[in-house]
């Protein structure tokens, strides 16, 4: 009794300030805060904003050499001034660099869009979780009610001699190890519920807003996936892309540079350890200008960076091919578990509940009228609760395999 006292202090406090923190929210309030606040989709979209930056490099001309030129002997002159000098790229090569580095957002953005995808799945099957962990708390809760029934009517019937004591026992038993089950379940709803919380990044807890596990609506299973459509493969699309435009890049650096300069006559008068006559041109500043080509000669480190950059290209080709062939075996794997799922949704509610409903009823009365023993009647109590959990099981099976189905062709 001692134990029975505390156990039931303790769950009322566990539920009182449970309630007290925590926050009843719908899914689609919950997937917006995720949105809104989850660290990892916060920084796929830091890193799409940062790609886009960089596309300002593009034009990225080299900085402008400045150099002052004084020489003893002579006065005005391309000899004494100060000669300004820029060198640019073949203007294929900017063009080049430009749709490279539009390729790399493209790719940036594709993999936050994944990233949200395979976020607002972790939200959506942390929801359900929660709604399944809540039924099967609320399942042993009822249970619970029965077994106590079951062990005062097999005290009474110890206490009147009807009955040997190990049957009061026996029905103590289970009754105390139902409600180690339900503080077991407590604690699992109450780990499903930091989760979710530290997925949303809020500092309080969630409550899901929905009363009763009930299978997703809806949802129409289809035989086969287009992978180039889904968040993944677009994502694999985006990086193909980007590693092509990197090769086109390796070979426009193949192309030559250019260089112009200017000379604008500077003579320093204070400047003359020789005494001499160091006279300006006094026509003009302007002296000269220059222009300048530069061609590669050695080609091997160009030619290696092209290589290496046609190998990257391979390389995402086997991975989108890799990634094609586990998303279409995943997608008719879960069609599979999502036929067996909906088969046993349809039959617990059909027929398994109505009966483990009935079980029960017909096993209390036939216990207390005495028609059946403690052991029939504790073994129809124990199927009647095994039942239902399956059926809750299989609820909640049926929901995250459409979670999962949903979450590769990106519906969530």
């Excluded at 003009?284 to 590669?296: A, H, Q, R, T, Y």
């Excluded at 030619?303 to 995943?330: P, V």
């Amino acid at each position: 009794m001692r134990f029975t006292i505390i156990w039931v202090f303790m769950m009322a406090d566990l539920t009182s300030a449970a309630q007290q923190r925590a926050s009843r929210l719908p899914l689609r309030e919950c997937v917006d805060i995720a949105l809104a606040n989850n660290l990892s989709y916060k920084s796929a979209e830091a890193s799409v904003s940062q790609a886009r930056l960089m596309e300002g490099t593009s034009f990225d001309v080299p900085q402008t050499a400045v150099s002052l030129v004084q020489t003893t002997t002579d006065g005005g002159g391309p000899d004494n001034g100060l000669k300004f000098a820029q060198e640019f790229d073949f203007p294929t090569v900017y063009i080049a660099k430009h749709k490279y580095l539009k390729s790399e957002t493209e790719a940036e953005r594709r993999k936050a869009d994944m990233t949200r995808n395979d976020l607002v799945k972790e939200v959506c099957s942390l929801y359900y979780s929660l709604v399944y962990g809540r039924e099967i708390c609320s399942i042993v809760t009822a249970q619970d009610s029965l077994y106590e029934r079951f062990c005062n009517v097999a005290k009474a019937r110890y206490d009147a001699g009807e009955t040997s004591k190990l049957e009061w026992l026996n029905a103590r038993r289970l009754w105390h190890e139902n409600r180690l089950s339900l503080e077991e379940a407590l604690m699992e709803y109450a780990s499903l519920r930091l989760r979710l919380q530290t997925t949303l990044n809020v500092d309080y807890a969630i409550e899901p807003a929905d009363d009763k596990l009930a299978p997703i609506e809806g949802f129409i299973p289809e035989d086969e996936v287009n992978f180039s459509a889904t968040p993944e493969g677009m994502a694999a699309d985006g990086r193909l892309k980007a590693a092509i435009r990197g090769q086109r890049l390796a070979r426009q650096e193949f192309m030559p540079t250019f260089s112009v300069g200017a000379t604008s006559q500077f003579l320093i008068k204070g400047f003359n350890p020789y005494h001499i006559d160091r006279p300006r041109f006094e026509k003009g500043n302007f002296i000269g200008f220059e222009v300048g080509m530069s061609v590669p000669l050695f080609f091997g480190s160009q030619m290696a960076k092209t290589h290496a950059a046609g190998k990257a290209i391979e390389a995402e080709q086997l991975k989108m091919a890799d990634d094609k062939n586990r998303q279409l075996s995943d997608y008719q794997i879960l069609n599979g578990d999502y036929a067996a799922a909906l088969n046993a949704v349809e039959y617990y509610r059909s027929t398994g509940m109505p009966e483990a409903e009935e079980m029960v009823r017909l096993s209390l009365v036939s216990y207390e009228l005495g028609e059946i023993g403690y052991e029939e009647h504790a073994r129809n109590l124990e199927n009647s609760l095994a039942v239902k959990r399956s059926y809750s099981e299989a609820l909640d099976r049926y929901n995250q395999t459409v979670i999962k189905l949903k979450h590769i062709k990106g519906e969530l």
